[in-house]
Antibody, heavy 120, light 110 residues
Framework: QVQLQESGPGLVKPSQTLSLTCTVSGGSISSGSFYWNWIRQPAGKGLEWIGRIYMSGSTNYNPSLKSRVTISIDTSKNQFSLKLSSVTATDTAMYYC????????????WGQGTLVTVSS | QSVLTQPPSASGTPGQRVTISCSGSSSNIGSNYVYWYQQLPGTAPKLLIYRNNQRPSGVPDRFSASKSGTSASLAISGLRSEDEADYYCAAWDDSLSGVVFGGGTKLTVL
């Protein structure tokens, strides 16, 4: 079955760019009507959808983060990536990647998550 | 401030039935499917309910959900200790062109 795994630096300095990659295994990132998503969760708080990308490269972003977010896809590596610029301490969170079936928020599966801390 | 509104906490004793509400608007719950997720401590969320009231295979039928207008609810019957978790509702929002989540409800089994 399809599995997702996040990777990237666990510590990012304020004002810098957070960069994460999600590697998809057990299936092709190019197959089916799937959107590939990033979601984050600050410690002790709720889930926040960051954005999604389709295999064609088409994206949708959370309006509150849109000015700082870029999601890209590399079908040759079966990966998609997140870049969040000008980070502050409020961007400290567990970051998850997840697949959506179709257009609805049918997130399944999820990656295990990766903790990113923004600190100098 | 989450777009979908959930009570921050809920509780019940083993065997009881508890419900968790999720309130939205015409641009999200009112016009799109509602999804529910269960997040056990220290783990990624898991899909619990899809398309308002459908259970994925493997989810016990103790879990049920419904939607009416711009609100939805999750019901857990025959409460068990392993149900202690955070529960989130989610929907697509046509106005925001994005996914919105509820703030989450922490369920405690007393």
């Amino acid at each position: 079955q399809v599995q997702l795994q996040e990777s990237g630096p666990g510590l990012v300095k304020p004002s810098q760019t957070l960069s994460l990659t999600c590697t998809v295994s057990g299936g092709s990132i190019s197959s089916g009507s799937f959107y590939w998503n990033w979601i984050r969760q600050p410690a002790g708080k709720g889930l926040e959808w960051i954005g999604r990308i389709y295999m064609s490269g088409s994206t949708n972003y959370n309006p509150s983060l849109k000015s700082r977010v870029t999601i890209s896809i590399d079908t040759s590596k079966n990966q998609f990536s997140l870049k969040l610029s000008s980070v502050t301490a409020t961007d400290t969170a567990m970051y998850y990647c997840a697949r959506i079936v179709g257009g609805d928020p049918w997130f399944d599966p999820w990656g295990q998550g990766t903790l990113v801390t923004v600190s100098s | 401030q989450s777009v979908l509104t959930q009570p921050p906490s809920a509780s019940g004793t083993p065997g009881q039935r508890v419900t968790i509400s999720c309130s939205g608007s015409s641009s999200n719950i009112g016009s799109n499917y509602v999804y529910w997720y269960q997040q056990l401590p220290g783990t990624a969320p898991k899909l619990l309910i899809y398309r308002n009231n459908q259970r994925p295979s493997g989810v016990p039928d103790r879990f049920s959900a419904s939607k009416s207008g711009t609100s939805a609810s999750l019901a857990i019957s025959g409460l068990r200790s392993e149900d202690e978790a955070d529960y989130y509702c989610a929907a697509w929002d046509d106005s925001l062109s994005g996914v919105v989540f509820g703030g989450g409800t922490k369920l405690t089994v007393l």
